[in-house]
């Protein structure tokens, strides 16, 4: 089956650092773009950070310089390592992959809080 599942989530201090993980199934993600999305409550769905099979990256303009994208192919396994926490930070995490949105679909997500 081809899926995704995101852990890593939890509550964090602002300034503090946390490090989500994106397990995949079932597809490579060495040959496909890979994202992070997040949904923060009462806001739709925002783009966070891709990564391309040749290991471009690209983030939004609110997490650049303090989140970094990542993938390990013997693991098969996608990274968001976030530093620098701040409490708009605060949101649903969602991984996917851009060709294959249409099959993993939205799942669970991994929810990450900020907040002293």
């Not at 852990?7 to 602002?14: A, D, K």
């Not at 966070?48 to 990256?57: C, D, F, K, L």
């Not at 530093?83 to 992959?97: G, I, M, R, W």
Request: hydrophobic share 35%; proline share 2%.
């Amino acid at each position: 089956q081809v899926q995704v599942v995101e852990s890593g989530g939890g509550l964090v201090q602002p300034g503090g650092s946390l490090r989500l993980s994106c397990a995949a199934s079932g597809f490579m993600v060495s040959t496909y773009a890979m994202t992070w999305h997040r949904q923060a409550p009462g806001k739709q769905r925002e783009f966070v950070a891709r990564i391309n099979s040749e290991g471009t990256t690209t983030y939004a303009d609110s997490v650049k310089g303090r989140f970094t994208i990542s993938r390990d192919n013997a693991e098969n396994t996608v990274y968001l390592q976030m530093n620098s926490l701040k409490s708009e930070d605060t949101a649903v995490y969602y991984c996917n992959a851009d060709r294959l949105r249409l099959i993993i679909g939205w799942g669970r997500g991994a929810q990450v809080t900020v907040s002293s």
